[in-house]
């Protein structure tokens, strides 16, 4: 994969919480996978890849309680979302409640219902302390080895930095059985709560399988394809079992709270090279709202990056930054990048303007020397063409 370095680490938000009246006691080799899980979530909570936008954040916490509510078991914390920059295709739960979303499946979920069956499976390997039972089926590694694997909420780099931490059981998956009952547990949770039931086995079918780089192994469980078609054939079967027809699907609300994160997911899909996924983002954003500014820069980004070389994809970058201008006239970013675009096609004046805009709006970006020079640059040009 042709990858730009992104550091991109596993965090979460908040401390392990007090035990709640009818919670199961814990054992001794429970409690230090709890303790452990909240060492990780002190320790990187200030990470900057985690994605912080307080709407979504609001969204994922509500369809959380939501669906959690519908399953049966005390447990001695509420679960917990934290939603991480990462274009590739993941969710995990932690032992101690915390549920770990990556932006790339977010970007690839279409509506509420898809969201909560995925809630659902997640909620239920915490409820069902299958962290716990995964740790008993692995007597043989020794203790500590067991509790590393069990958690492995590391620090990873894609395109660049050491693997500094396994990335293993949350990450990858668990065994077969244990996947198997967190689908049928999650199933029902997502039914109880109200939601159409036929949208659970599309995450199977098509979310969750990832084209953008076949020949590539994945390193997330959610990626891996026979796993994931003899799952769908599993959700088949669960929803021909079902007594419920139609239900909720919330695909408007679901895509007017995640916009942010697909917007962002498409802007690290560009610097990990993975074109179609980029495309795929972009072309959602669009058709969810035309006017978004956003949407129109990154479409501009796309054709900049990804583009063949050469006039045709310049002069499409620049009509979509432009647009993205026409939309927001504060968008320093879609100002610098039009200057630039048009600067290369020779649109001197054009650029100059452009240029100048960004700087006004930018001052104290890192670039603005650089912008300045090319500014002087046109303005030199323009008045020897002048003369």
């Known amino acids: 994969m042709a990858a730009r370095a992104i550091a991109l680490a596993w965090v979460a938000c908040g401390l392990l919480a007090a035990p709640v009246a009818g919670a199961p006691a814990r054992s001794e080799e429970e409690r230090l996978l709890w303790e452990r899980a909240a060492q990780w979530e002190e320790a990187l909570a ?178 891996d394809h026979p796993s994931m078609e003899a799952r769908a054939q599993h959700y088949r079967e669960l929803i021909a079992r079902s007594r419920r027809s139609g239900g909720e699907l919330g695909a408007e609300r679901y895509l007017a709270a995640v916009r942010g994160a697909i917007a962002q997911n498409v802007k690290d899909d560009l610097e990990l090279a993975r074109v179609r996924s980029a495309r795929r983002g972009i072309d959602r954003l669009l058709a969810a709202d035309a006017a978004s500014a956003e949407a129109h820069y990154l479409d501009g980004e796309w054709h900049r990056l990804a583009g063949k070389p050469g006039p045709e994809s310049a002069a499409a970058s620049a009509d979509a930054y432009a647009r993205a201008t026409e939309l927001d006239a504060k968008h320093a970013a879609a100002w610098r990048v039009l200057g630039l675009a048009q600067r290369d096609l020779g649109r001197a004046e054009d650029a100059l303007r452009s240029l100048a805009r960004a700087i006004e709006l930018a001052p104290e970006a890192l670039d603005r020397p650089i912008l300045e020079a090319y500014v002087k640059e046109l303005e030199a040009e323009a008045a020897r063409a002048a003369r």
Not at 60 to 65: R, V
Not at 153 to 167: R, T
Not at 203 to 209: A, D, G, P, Q
């Open 46 to 223: 200030k990470s900057d890849a985690v994605l912080r936008d307080a709407a979504l954040q609001a969204y994922l916490d509500e369809i959380t309680a939501k669906v959690h509510a519908q399953l049966a078991e005390a447990q001695s914390a509420a679960p917990r979302v934290v939603v991480l920059r990462h274009p590739l295709i993941n969710a995990f739960a932690a032992p101690n409640g915390l549920v770990v979303l990556h932006t790339g499946i977010l970007a690839r979920l279409e509506n509420e219902a898809e969201l909560a069956t995925l809630l659902g499976h997640e909620l239920a390997h915490f409820v069902r302390r299958h962290s716990l039972r995964e740790s008993r089926e692995r007597r043989g590694a020794t203790r500590r080895e067991g509790l590393a694997r069990a958690l492995s909420l590391g620090l990873y780099s894609l395109g660049g930095g050491p693997l500094e931490a396994a990335v293993d059981r949350h990450v990858r998956g668990y065994s077969q059985q244990l996947e198997l009952e967190a689908d049928r547990l999650g199933f029902v949770a997502m039914e109880r709560a109200g939601y159409d039931v036929r949208a659970s086995v599309r995450m199977f079918e098509v979310v969750l399988l990832d084209e953008e780089e076949p020949a590539i192994e994945d390193p997330f469980y959610y990626a």
